[in-house]
């Protein structure tokens, strides 16, 4: 850290104030405290923190785990390792949540072919672990220093708000909106080759902004290259991330379609005849069951 971010960080008239728990902010006291930073922590209900922090005060609300957004930013160079750490620390919760899911589908993978939904909701608890665990490895130094200001960020970003929320939304809508209006979905046939769109044109654009991130971090911070002498390079993987965008715009246009179908024509359902039929039952299982054999 230059001598100007650390005059700037370490400036008392600042007085950044973060709100905390409370044992989290005496550990950050002692931490400020030894680093030699004024840090002015207060621990108030939102409701009481203007009184609390008066009149002429500002109140910075940032996570330490939001703080691996700014390790290039002229903040401390403990509050930068806080947030690596919290951050690599992020694949606790992300593991148990993926194990949870892998147990509770346990046994139940053959439902993927029949229910539409679920194979909508799979692909976005899979797109989950993987841009969480992406996004903790971004949070490391090295990485951080590679691929920041590149359009490995950008491509993170739409791994997060564009695979995982929208397949967490086509399967929300998939399964809510044929119950709501008592009717089948108007075309599973079309759901599934809407999903086959959806899942290539996302890989080819995602690869594409992945692929001109490590080309772009690695010229400017191993070869020394100008921003403008990387961008003819890119061409090739801009031109892939057309091809997946336009994939992309037929299956949503393929999703919509077939959600104002199922509103308007409301397909009934189709009961089936099903014979019940009286299974034979052993003698033994009849008597651990507490009953007799007819």
């Given amino acids: ?25 005496a550990i950050a006291r002692e931490i400020a405290q030894s680093a030699g930073v004024t840090v002015d922590y207060v621990e108030s209900d939102v409701y009481d923190a203007p009184e609390m922090l008066g009149h002429n005060a500002f109140d910075l609300v940032y996570t330490g785990v939001g703080a691996h957004h700014l390790l290039w930013a002229p903040i401390p160079y403990w509050l930068k390792t806080i947030a690596v750490a919290e951050s690599f620390g992020m694949v606790i919760p992300v593991l148990a949540f993926m194990f949870n899911i892998l147990l509770t589908m346990r046994g139940n993978w053959s439902h993927l072919r029949s229910s539409v939904p ?57 399964y809510i909106i044929p119950r709501v209006f008592n009717c089948r979905l108007f075309s599973r046939r079309l759901a599934r080759a809407q999903y086959g769109f959806y899942v290539i044109g996302f890989a080819a654009f995602f690869l594409g902004f992945l692929i001109s991130g490590l080309v772009q971090g690695s010229s400017w911070v191993h070869l020394g290259l100008p921003v403008w002498a ?39 359902f189709v009961q089936p005849d099903i014979a019940l039929t009286t299974l034979p039952v052993s003698r033994g299982s009849a008597e651990l069951a507490g009953g007799d054999v007819a």
């Fill in 1 to 25: 850290m230059s001598t100007r971010c650390r005059s700037i960080c370490s400036q008392p008239a600042l007085h950044p104030r973060q709100d905390f728990s409370a044992a989290a902010l």
């Fill in 118 to 174: 679920l194979l909508y909701a799979i692909t976005g608890w899979a797109s989950y672990i993987l841009v969480s665990f992406q996004g903790s490895n971004e949070a490391l130094r090295g990485v951080n220093e590679l691929t920041h200001f590149t359009q490995y960020v950008p491509g993170h970003a739409h791994l997060a708000l564009l695979f995982f929320g929208a397949s967490t939304g086509i399967a929300g809508a998939y």
């Fill in 230 to 268: 990387v961008l003819p390079g890119l061409r090739p993987y801009m031109a892939l991330r057309i091809m997946g965008g336009a994939l992309l715009v037929v299956s949503f246009v393929m999703f919509a379609y077939n959600t104002i179908a199922t509103i308007v024509v409301k397909k009934p």
